[in-house]
Structure formats: structure tokens, C-alpha cells
């Protein structure tokens, strides 16, 4: 069965769940952690992605999000090929280190922010990886210490979460603080983990309760919330934006990035594919490498294809340059 397409707008909210291939780890100590968050912080400042909750675990990583103009899978993957290339650098490993497709869910709003705040800042204290709510409120690599004002990220918006829970911000770290506590003895909530109907309305039984009284709710597998506001969303895609860089366009826009600095350099497609080290050809391939992975957020595979070159040269070029 065919994946989805992505479907986002500037100002969509939404919870990403990235993962490690094959359920390998994405970090490997606190050097890796730093990496991973200083990158994830630089793109989301770089591109006005507002990040509200995040949480980094060994294998895998949530983040809450509101996506900007430049759209979520522009951000996602200028965030995750540099600091992949730079993992696997580090290690000495090659090949992919996440899982190829990232899960995203749109969320609605009023229902379900303070929930997924609760939920993703809780990931390090389900795990075990801290034992307690007061390991937690220092705990480095998850978002719940910023709320808490015990660390500094300047790209994690936390006026905007603790605005939810009261005026004053001495009141609102105290209510956050209470909320999340509470959350300890709800465990795994499946019902936030994703999308579509089931989890919407909260489970099968009320599902199937609606269905005998007759009611009906559009729903979508990458969408949490109600039928209204899944109508609304896919409204919205379909008037506006309908994808943020659909394959199509994406295409379109790495061909006429390279038409044109061919066009200027006064050379042929063909002879930049040639594989030809004829100064100043190098230079040029670098330098379009650099545009389309940091800029469009082009996949290092597509962009060696392009180029005429491997996906190990262009690794390398991205990691003098990244």
C-alpha cells in the first residue's frame, strides 16, 4: 500500500517521531546528544521552526512542532543529513542511520497540546533513564528542563508552553510541573503516539459506539483530531500549498538550480556528470551539492545521481562543508 503524502502548511503543528534503522541507536554518548540537539537547534532558528517539546532517547526521538514557510520536510532534512553525516563520520559507519521515512502527525491544537507536551517530556522518565520527577527537571537531553528554567535553549519556545498553564510564570511552572507529574500513571498513551480515528476519538469502543448511533467523523491516519478539523487540514492542503515539496517540484527544483549554475559556468549537464576532475568542475559539483542538500534538502543518494558522482563523494563534500 502506498505511503501518504506529507501534508503541512506554514503554521501546522506537529509531532515527529524519528527512529534508527532497524531500531539501532541514533547516539552513542553525550557528545552525540549535544550534536543532535545543537543541530536540531541551529535548523529550527535557521528555517522559524518553533519547537515546543522534544525528547532524545538512544534509539529513536519525539519533538512537538510548529512548522514554518519553509515546511516541515525541508527542516527535517537539513537537520537529520547533517547530523547523520557527521554520526557516521564520527563512528566510522556508512549507509542510512534513520529509519527512511520519519512519522509526523498533525495535531490539533486545543485538545492535544498540553497532552503531547506531557507525554514526549515524560519519555526519559517512562524508560528508566531517570528514576524521578526531580532527575527529570535536569535532565539535559529532553525539553522538560528548559520549561522548567533549569537550561537555556534559545530555539525551544518555552513562554509559549508555559503560557497554557498560567499568567505568571512562577504559577505556570508550578501548574506544568503538577500536570506532567500526573502523567507518570497514565504510561504509554498510544492514543498520542499517531494518527486516524481510533486514537482521535480515544479508542475502539467509542469508535464503535458512534458507529451504532449513526454519527460520522472523517478521519486521516496522519492527522489527530476531530472529523471537523481533519476536513479542515486536508481543505487547506488541497487550496493552498497541497504538499510541501511534492517529489514533482522537488525535481523541478533541482534541475533548474543545476540548468542555471551550468548556464553560468558555461558548461554542459553531460560534462558535469562526466566524472571529469577538469578544474573547475569540482568546484562547481560542490558547490551544487552544498545548495541542494542544505537548501532544498536533498537526500545525499539523489543528489550523487544528479551529479553524476557517489553517494561516498558526496558524503564527503558535505562533511568539509556541513
Not at 127 to 146: N, Q, R, T
Not at 202 to 208: D, I, M, R
Amino acid at each position: 500500500m502506498p505511503r501518504g503524502a506529507r501534508l503541512d502548511a506554514p503554521g501546522t503543528l506537529h509531532h515527529v517521531i524519528l527512529r534508527g534503522i532497524e531500531k539501532r541507536k541514533i547516539v552513542d554518548d553525550d557528545n552525540d546528544r549535544q550534536n543532535f540537539v545543537t543541530r536540531m537547534g541551529k535548523k529550527a532558528k535557521d528555517t522559524g521552526t518553533s519547537i515546543y517539546a522534544w525528547a532524545l532517547m538512544n534509539n529513536h526521538a519525539h519533538i512537538l512542532l510548529r512548522s514554518s514557510d519553509i515546511g516541515l520536510p525541508t527542516f527535517m532534512r537539513r537537520f537529520l543529513s547533517g547530523y547523520a553525516v557527521s554520526y557516521n563520520r564520527k563512528h566510522k559507519r556508512y549507509g542510512h542511520l534513520f529509519q527512511n521515512r520519519y512519522k509526523s502527525i498533525i495535531c490539533e491544537e486545543d485538545p492535544y497540546f498540553m497532552e503531547l507536551v506531557r507525554y514526549i517530556h515524560l519519555n526519559p522518565l517512562r524508560a528508566g533513564i531517570v528514576e524521578s520527577m526531580a532527575k527529570l527537571d535536569h535532565y539535559k537531553w529532553c525539553g522538560h528542563c528548559v520549561v522548567m528554567n533549569r537550561r537555556k535553549n534559545d530555539w525551544q519556545d518555552r513562554e509559549y508552553v508555559l503560557q497554557w498553564f498560567g499568567r505568571k510564570e512562577g504559577e505556570a511552572k508550578k501548574s506544568y510541573r503538577a500536570f506532567v507529574k500526573k502523567g507518570i500513571a497514565l504510561g504509554k498513551r498510544p492514543d498520542l503516539t499517531g494518527g486516524g480515528l481510533i486514537r482521535s476519538m480515544g479508542g475502539w469502543s467509542v469508535v464503535k459506539a458512534m458507529r451504532k448511533s449513526g454519527v460520522k467523523e472523517e478521519s486521516d491516519d496522519r492527522i489527530l483530531g476531530s472529523g471537523e478539523f481533519v476536513s479542515e487540514v486536508i481543505s487547506q492542503a488541497e487550496d493552498k500549498v497541497k504538499y510541501q515539496l511534492s517529489a514533482e517540484n522537488l525535481q523541478k527544483s533541482i534541475k533548474e538550480e543545476i540548468e542555471r549554475r551550468c548556464k553560468k559556468e558555461k558548461i554542459t549537464h553531460a560534462l558535469l556528470r562526466s566524472g571529469s576532475r577538469r578544474k573547475p568542475l569540482p568546484k562547481i559539483r560542490r558547490d551544487i551539492t552544498l545548495k541542494l542538500i542544505n537548501d532544498y534538502g536533498v537526500s545525499l543518494a539523489e543528489t550523487a545521481r544528479q551529479l553524476g558522482i557517489s553517494t561516498s563523494g558526496v558524503a564527503q563534500i558535505v562533511r568539509r562543508g556541513v
